[in-house]
């Protein structure tokens, strides 16, 4: 059964303080891995990862995939009270024939003033 | 930009009532998805569909059914919604072309709660 872990569960930071969220997966047929910030409300997009060891950027977030160990961290750096979200890491089963995705739990940051 | 939208934000029901949850989207996708989200447990999907009137059973489809007349419209239907059945109720869509991202778009969710 194709699985995805995150940790931690939760973690409180302070502004300014750099954070790493983790992501691991079993899957059968893995073909990529997204991660996507939910406020309140809609989960939005932030990387797809297909290749090992190609760091996606945006801004201060970042995200990197490793297929051989079958993981993924996601980095922010110089926190902001905006950045308090949960952090959702889900993960492409292409086995079936639709886009089916994995979702892990969650990582719930919140950064401190 | 995409946008997704979910009819209600927040939705209380009896238990035994049949309950409609709508999604719309207006980008055109073949994809549209029906997930519920619950402490510890994710997202989990409930339903999908890959085109009009087509529909495929997710990972927990017991209690709910679908419906896609439309192709912007989604509908997950709860013939006789029950106590276990509160949650959150979050809807997706994405393109059936393969580009660089091929994202899920998400919906704002609906919260309901069955009494």
């Known amino acids: 059964e194709d699985k995805v872990v995150q940790s931690p569960l939760s973690l409180v930071v302070h502004e300014g303080d750099t954070v790493t969220l983790n992501c691991s997966y079993e899957v059968t047929n893995f073909r990529s891995l997204l991660w996507y910030k939910q406020e309140k409300k809609a989960p939005t997009f932030l990387f797809m990862l297909?290749?090992?060891?190609i760091e996606k950027k945006s801004g201060r977030l970042s995200s990197i995939l490793d297929k051989k160990e079958l993981f993924s961290i996601l980095n922010i750096t110089a926190t902001q009270t905006g950045d308090s979200a949960v952090y959702l890491c889900a993960v492409e089963d292409g086995n079936t024939g639709f886009q089916k995705l994995v979702f892990g739990t969650g990582t719930r940051l919140l950064v401190s003033p | 930009d995409v946008k997704v939208t979910q009819s209600s934000r927040y939705l209380v029901k009896r238990t035994g009532e049949k309950v409609f949850l709508e999604c719309v989207q207006d980008?055109?996708?073949?994809?549209m998805f029906w997930y519920r989200q619950d402490p510890g447990l994710g997202l989990r999907l409930i339903y999908f569909?890959?085109?009009?009137?087509?529909?495929e059973k997710g990972d927990i489809p017991e209690g709910y059914s679908v419906s896609r007349e439309k192709k912007e419209r989604f509908s997950l239907i709860l013939e006789s919604a029950s106590t276990n059945q509160t949650s959150m109720y979050l809807c997706?869509?994405?393109?059936?072309?393969?580009?660089?991202?091929?994202?899920?778009?998400f919906g704002p969710g609906t919260r309901l709660t069955v009494l």
């Open positions: 569909s890959y085109d009009v009137k087509m529909k």
């Open positions: 997706a869509s994405s393109s059936l072309v393969r580009g660089p991202y091929n994202e899920q778009f």
């Open positions: 980008m055109d996708h073949e994809n």
């Open positions: 297909t290749s090992s060891g």
